[in-house]
T-cell receptor, first 115, second 112 residues
Framework: GAVVSQHPSRVICKSGTSVKIECRSLDFQATTMFWYRQFPKKSLMLMAT?????????EQGVEKDKFLINHASLTLSTLTVTSAHPEDSSFYIC???????????FGPGTRLTVT | GQQLNQSPQSMFIQEGEDVSMNCTSS?????WLWYKQEPGEGPVLLIALYKAGELTSNGRLTAQFGITRKDSFLNISASIPSDVGIYFCAGHVGGGADGLTFGKGTHLIIQP
């Protein structure tokens, strides 16, 4: 149990375009999902908390108009990077909470490269 | 915001040796989690700790939640080649569904 998937695993896009990343909880329902960003050889940094049926909560310094989050169902959250620039290139990882205890399960990540 | 100080940053050990790494914080956490991440993949949960003083094992891994709630350690006994990876501690403060604060990671390298 507690499997989280992400799609795509890798994406290359041109500067100025938008990219959508999907995060799915495969065998459980997740009212809350999280989006993290990780630069090479660095730790994970929380970007936002995605709540099913309501607006996402963004961490300080994260532009909500640039990183659009939609949590339309209990098993799917999407992150859209709008008007992508090379500095948005990074490893994006989502996670979800399963059950009553606080344990986050992570997806396999999406490698975004903006050219 | 909260910060987690994780050490050591990297470890070069011989296969079969025991490993110890730890995380400290200036503020209290109510939950401590330990993850392992391999290149190009998401972190995998190893051990979750919920109570101060709690000592939990998962195979050759043992982790403890410090009494002060400001620290935690992870031990790996009799290391094997597949233990190679980056180990992260993570803390959770509140009672609600908040994101995690991560340590900077410990890169474990095992020499055969």
């Amino acid at each position: 149990g507690a499997v989280v998937s992400q799609h795509p695993s890798r994406v290359i896009c041109k500067s100025g375009t938008s990219v959508k990343i999907e995060c799915r909880s495969l065998d459980f329902q997740a009212t809350t999902m999280f989006w993290y960003r990780q630069f090479p050889k660095k730790s994970l940094m929380l970007m936002a908390t995605s709540n099913e049926g309501s607006k996402a909560t963004y961490e300080q310094g994260v532009e909500k108009d640039k990183f659009l989050i939609n949590h339309a169902s209990l098993t799917l959250s999407t992150l859209t990077v709008t008007s992508a620039h090379p500095e948005d290139s990074s490893f994006y990882i989502c996670s979800a909470i399963q059950g009553a205890r606080y344990e986050q399960y992570f997806g396999p990540g999406t490698r975004l490269t903006v050219t | 915001g909260q910060q987690l100080n994780q050490s050591p940053q990297s470890m070069f050990i011989q296969e079969g040796e025991d490993v110890s790494m730890n995380c400290t914080s200036s503020s209290i956490f109510n939950t401590w989690l330990w993850y392992k991440q391999e290149p190009g993949e998401g972190p995998v949960l190893l051990i979750a700790l919920y109570k101060a003083g709690e000592l939990t094992s998962n195979g050759r891994l043992t982790a403890q939640f410090g009494i002060t709630r400001k620290d935690s350690f992870l031990n790996i006994s009799a290391s094997i080649p597949s233990d190679v990876g980056i180990y992260f501690c993570a803390g959770h403060v509140g009672g609600g569904a908040d994101g995690l604060t991560f340590g900077k990671g410990t890169h474990l390298i095992i020499q055969p």
